[in-house]
């Protein structure tokens, strides 16, 4: 048996947003569904298809049926958690959690410009006190991509105004929350929404424009710098930083061109960011769910030993080096999402062994990592995949709701409650 213990005080739970879990959002995404969920009904299978070449290197279309449905690809009433968080809180609880990861859902804040809804910050406010009820640490995000539709309306991130829009809203709820909350992320995946909203075109406002992407940078950079910095005006003892997506990228063979392509890209896709945030942040909550084994110019080489629902690779070791790549910074680390698609639970125990795994090496040598945040608590609305990709250590019945812990979410309950991993060995 190998034991692999973690540092004293570790945060162990899940992740969830507020667009993909609470329900009955009314904001630029759900817009955005209504309008396209025929369409992305019929493309389900091509865009499967592009999107794990693009990501994988391979190509894989195995969708499930209701991916053709063009219901799936409305959030409507999601898992419908905005009414069941205490059940779900209970449940996160009961599987072992000290911290729970969420997200606040701007469009109910501030529908109308400058309106602010008291009753949604008092939900917010409920929903903290309900964590904390259950000794689970609150671990808020202030912005998961979706916003108030007057907001897209006058250009969403890409707006000059964005930042101050932004800092107003967080400042609003940092108000309201700063009694009960000490953890802050500011945005989710920045890099995520420049490349799909701004650059390939996938998701809401679906442009393809590298000038735009390149503003939406700066724009995310700077919001997330405004930010930064009011919140530690009204609430000193805040811990914030941004969950920032990251790739491992490595070369496909020693050619120049090959480590070159797959540098610009490590550092394109993890450290650009950085750079633009400098010194305005107090941890970096890192999200893993990609390699790439780059040719030049960009061409990816994966083995695919495993894949999930989504052929997406799984590949857990690269967070090893990713981690290493990021103690420059000298920032504690929490790593806020690691997860897969895998309806069936199959590769979810493995998958959690071996990150678990790879993050321990990383800790071993000298990296600060301080928490782990399974993505996600719930099965889910996975954006313009809808419903089909199951990502919930606890499955969600898509007709009745029920919750059902699937069995990766017991083991990970051992893990959780004994702060450390314990392997068979042979
Ligand atoms: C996002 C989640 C998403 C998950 C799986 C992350 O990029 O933050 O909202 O569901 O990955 O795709």
Not at 197 to 209: A, E, H, I, T, V
Not at 249 to 264: K, N, T
Not at 314 to 338: V, W
Request: charged share 20%; hydrophobic share 40%.
């Amino acid at each position: 048996m190998k034991r692999y213990e973690f540092p004293a005080e570790f945060l162990w739970g899940a992740a969830t947003s507020s667009h993909q879990v609470e329900g009955n959002t009314h904001n630029d995404w759900s817009e955005w569904e209504h309008a396209k969920a025929n369409q992305l009904s019929k493309t389900a299978r091509e865009r499967l298809h592009s999107e794990s070449v693009a990501v994988s290197g391979q190509k894989h279309d195995v969708i499930p049926p209701e991916a053709l449905t063009a219901e799936n690809y409305i959030s409507g009433i999601a898992a419908d958690h905005f009414n069941r968080y205490e059940e779900d809180f209970d449940l996160a609880k009961s599987l072992g959690h000290n911290t729970h990861r969420f997200s606040i859902e701007w469009s109910r804040i501030e529908p109308e410009e400058g309106k602010w809804n008291q009753e949604a910050i008092e939900h917010y406010v409920q929903v903290v006190a309900a964590l904390r009820a259950r000794g689970l640490e609150p671990f808020v995000t202030l912005w998961h991509w979706t916003m108030p539709i007057w907001l897209a309306k006058k250009g969403g991130v890409e707006s000059r105004g964005f930042p101050a829009y932004f800092e107003r809203f967080v400042r609003m709820m940092v108000e309201a929350l700063k009694k009960d909350v000490i953890y802050f992320t500011t945005l989710n995946e920045p890099t995520s929404v420049i490349v799909n909203s701004y650059l390939f075109g996938n998701w809401p406002p679906q442009k393809k424009s590298l000038l735009s992407a390149l503003r939406v940078f700066h724009r995310l950079a700077g919001a997330h710098k405004r930010a930064y910095a009011a919140i530690h005006k009204l609430h000193p003892a805040a811990q914030v930083g941004p969950a920032h997506a990251v790739i491992y990228s490595e070369p496909h063979s020693p050619r120049l061109l090959d480590r070159l392509s797959a540098s610009f890209s490590g550092f394109i896709s993890n450290h650009y960011f950085m750079r633009l945030i400098g010194n305005t942040t107090d941890f970096i909550g890192i999200q893993y769910y990609f390699h790439q084994r780059i040719a030049f110019p960009n061409h990816i080489h994966n083995e695919n030993e495993r894949v999930s629902d989504m052929g997406w690779e799984l590949y857990p070791h690269g967070l090893t080096p990713l981690l290493i790549s990021f103690q420059k910074y000298g920032k504690p680390i929490y790593i806020t999402e690691s997860g897969l698609a895998d309806a069936q639970d199959q590769h979810r125990i493995w998958y959690l062994t071996e990150t678990l795994k790879a993050i321990h090496v990383a800790i071993e040598q000298g990296v600060d990592v301080r928490g782990y945040l399974h993505w996600s608590l719930l099965d889910n609305f996975e954006w313009d995949k809808g419903f089909w990709p199951h990502f919930g250590l606890i499955s969600v019945d898509r007709t009745t709701l029920k919750r059902t812990p699937r069995a990766s979410a017991l083991y990970y309950k051992t893990i959780c409650e004994t702060n450390q991993l314990e392997e068979q060995t042979p």
